[in-house]
């Protein structure tokens, strides 16, 4: 089990990354821009559910080789220092010039869910982002990994419930004016490489 201070330290993390714009937040954004909050809820349950088949997938099959290879730690730890530095560099480089657009269709609340869980199950980054940035807060002294593991998805649910949640219920009152504005698409997308890259490097120097 994660000591209290690593579970606290995740989650702050957990709600910052929940901050910086990406595909997800930025369709709950549309979603409930266009939709209303409703909409946006119910689209962040579905995003949630989807972080399930995450979880799971990296408590089932990084668990093992975590534990037994200090080769497989440092290859993963390298590869994800690389994916996020990536993705701060598009962050960056974002264009915000022209507007942002919304092509999905209204659904009704069953339509909105399942759109939410299959853009997380079928997004290959997110499940790559999982097995580069939960390893770093388990620890083998602490139990088995697969439970603190199974404990740390749980708190990132949570996490993107409550800033999701927010993003959802905000936007449904300010989400246009905010589409609208190259300046505030700027700053997001600024805030969002830093973020990034400060991950890639806490990344590239963490220890097993």
């Not at 995740?10 to 409703?38: C, E, K, T």
């Not at 408590?59 to 730890?77: E, Y």
């Amino acid at each position: 089990m994660p000591t209290l201070d690593t579970l606290i330290a995740f989650f702050g993390i957990a709600v910052l990354l929940g901050l910086a714009p990406g595909p997800d937040n930025v369709f709950v954004l549309l979603q409930s821009a266009m939709r209303g909050p409703r909409a946006g809820l119910t689209v962040v349950l579905g995003l949630c559910t989807g972080l399930l088949f995450h979880t799971a997938a990296v408590a089932l099959g990084l668990a093992t080789l975590f534990a037994a290879s200090a080769t497989a730690f440092t290859v993963l730890k390298i590869c994800g220092a690389l994916y996020l530095a990536w993705l701060a560099w598009q962050a960056f480089r974002a264009p915000v010039d022209a507007p942002v657009q919304a092509s999905e269709r209204a659904g009704n609340g069953w339509q909105m869910y399942r759109r939410g869980v299959v853009m997380n199950i079928t997004n290959p980054k997110v499940a790559i982002f999982f097995l580069a940035f939960l390893p770093q807060f388990v620890s083998p002294a602490q139990g088995p990994i697969a439970m603190q593991i199974a404990v740390l998805g749980a708190v990132f649910m949570l996490a993107t419930l409550l800033v999701f949640g927010a993003i959802a219920w905000f936007s449904g009152l300010f989400g246009t004016l905010l589409l609208r504005s190259a300046r505030a698409r700027r700053a997001l997308n600024w805030f969002a490489g830093t973020v990034f890259a400060g991950l890639a490097v806490r990344l590239a120097t963490a220890q097993r």
